[in-house]
């Protein structure tokens, strides 16, 4: 183990390049990069120390980010533009730094501070007016009922209080992944994404705002409706200070 002299808040994209990487590649990647940068990274206890980067939540395979966030613990001091350079002598492929910004060493740990993302896509085969009223619905419901697969068994759970904002976008003529004639509305979120209380998943929301569509009624899980979407990106992770004049329940 090395001792942490530093701490480096990342803020980073995750590109076309790199959409299909699971996070333990994604892991590695990273790792790699900071030996090639010559970042002097600190290591964690054990038998098998490892370079201490802890990132705030694992992106789903397929999923673009804008604003990702990681800390990058170091045995010593780099200024800035210092590491700056280093990393970007040594990026992984598919991968943007946004932004670094110095945190105090013996901050709290990143990952339960975690209250939020935001996420987009464009939904096919949807028109705008039905979108509103399905998205309309879902925000109005008292409770949304659903299930998730969890190992061996099934686990019901309420998705409203998950939610905590959504809304349609309007799109431009050339909306990535689209056939001209075919209907397509951009749809936006923002769920809870918390250690306590739990996370809203994008496509959980998706699946309820098709069940939601006028003239559409839950055909049961046997031949749910459904609502095809491309391009999910997460634009951000929101942390509790950062979220502290806009309600989050």
Not at 163 to 182: C, H, I, Y
Request: glycine share 8%; net charge neutral; hydrophobic share 45%.
């Amino acid at each position: 183990m090395s001792e942490s002299r530093q701490r480096w808040r990342l803020v980073f994209a995750r590109d076309e390049e790199a959409r299909f990487l699971s996070h333990l590649d994604a892991v590695k990647l990273w790792e790699r990069a900071f030996r090639r940068g010559r970042i002097p990274v600190a290591t964690s206890e054990g038998f098998s120390p490892r370079p201490r980067v802890v990132f705030a939540a694992p992106l789903q395979l397929g999923m673009l980010a804008e604003h990702e966030l990681a800390d990058l613990f170091l045995a010593e001091r780099l200024t800035l533009p210092d590491l700056r350079a280093r990393l970007t002598a040594g990026m992984p492929r598919g991968y943007r730094v946004v932004d670094l910004r110095d945190e105090w060493v013996g901050a709290p740990a990143l990952a339960p501070q975690l209250v939020a993302a935001d996420y987009r896509m464009v939904l096919l085969g949807v028109e705008r007016a039905d979108a509103d009223a399905a998205i309309q619905a879902l925000l109005t419901a008292g409770k949304l009922p659903r299930e998730k697969r969890r190992e061996d068994k099934v686990v019901a759970y309420d998705l409203r209080p998950l939610v905590l904002g959504l809304g349609s976008r309007e799109l431009g003529d050339a909306a990535p992944g689209a056939e001209p004639a075919v209907s397509k509305v951009g749809l936006w979120m923002r769920l809870r994404h918390a250690q306590e209380g739990g996370s809203g998943r994008a496509e959980e929301v998706v699946a309820a705002l098709a069940d939601a569509l006028p003239g559409h009624s839950a055909a049961g899980p046997s031949q749910p409706p459904t609502i095809e979407f491309v391009q999910p990106v997460r634009e951000r992770l929101w942390l509790a200070g950062d979220l502290a004049g806009e309600a989050v329940t």
